[in-house]
């Protein structure tokens, strides 16, 4: 897994020079006032680690390359962490002089540090990945919305034959013996859920259609994975229409 993370943020940055330098030399180019990355990275001490540097240039410029400071940035692939371990503030004529040096110190607001962000979602996908995707899909989670139904409806059928034997705080402690609950309660509540898992079904694949037409205009993939893409949302837009119509807010 951490391979994959490596290699995809290789991609990302396959224009780049992958080398850290430790200091920017295009410090005019950059944004004023903002956290920069040019994409640079390095592997760390283990394999599990990413390096990554970090130029900050002040709200004001001088003449020429002005006042900056460059970070140096660890991030953990495994703990999922990102560490400033160094910072090195220069003057207008590039010239070090100050330097600190951290111990798993975040100095820099890393949010608004695109490439830093981008490794850290990654990161936080990991761990989503060992889901056991035949249980946690769309599919199954419809097949679960059924199974349900059928047991509210031998709870409604139980209740029926044994109300009368309960007193009133019987029915209390038990609760849910209603008729409101279990006529209007029960349906609406299993249809939210229905129509919210077929809402975000649709979301999703409308999305992933999306990408693949971006993917196909630049050449990276063929118009046969965009025609499934298309197939897939296709159909979840018609089964989530079909719900809708169908839907109706019992009271």
Same mark, same amino acid.
């Given at each position: ?44 001490? +283990? ?6 540097? !970090? ?11 002005? +006042? +900056? ?30 330097? +600190? ?43 679960? !919305? ?106």
């Amino acid at each position: 897994m951490i391979r994959k993370i490596i290699m995809m943020l290789t991609l990302m940055l396959m224009f780049v020079s992958v080398a850290w330098a430790g200091e920017f030399k295009q410090v005019s180019e950059v944004p004023v006032g903002k956290y920069y990355s040019d994409g640079a990275y390095s592997i760390g001490s +283990h394999e599990n680690e990413l390096v990554l540097g !970090i130029l900050f240039v002040p709200t004001i410029k001088g003449a020429g390359d002005p +006042h +900056h400071t460059t970070f140096m940035y660890v991030i953990d692939l495994d703990e999922g962490i990102c560490i400033c371990t160094e910072r090195k503030d220069y003057d207008s004529k590039n010239k070090l002089y100050q330097e +600190h040096r951290y111990d798993r110190l975040i100095s820099v607001p890393i949010e608004e540090v695109d490439i830093i962000v981008n490794a850290l979602k990654m990161i936080n996908i990991k761990p989503i990945m060992k889901m056991d995707n035949d249980r946690f899909n769309f599919s199954n989670a419809l097949t679960g !919305i059924q199974y349900n139904n059928d047991w509210l409806k031998s709870f409604q059928i139980l209740t029926k034959f044994t109300v009368d034997k309960l007193s009133y705080e019987e029915k209390q402690q038990v609760g849910n013996l209603g008729v409101e609950m279990q006529t209007l309660g029960f349906y609406n509540w299993s249809k939210t859920v229905e129509g919210t898992l077929r809402k975000q079904e649709y979301e999703l694949c409308k999305l992933e259609y999306e990408l693949a037409l971006e993917r196909k205009a630049s050449g990276k993939v063929a118009a046969a994975e965009v025609a499934e893409k298309e197939k897939k949302y296709q159909k979840a837009r018609r089964q989530l229409q079909e719900f809708l119509e169908k839907f109706h807010v019992a009271d």
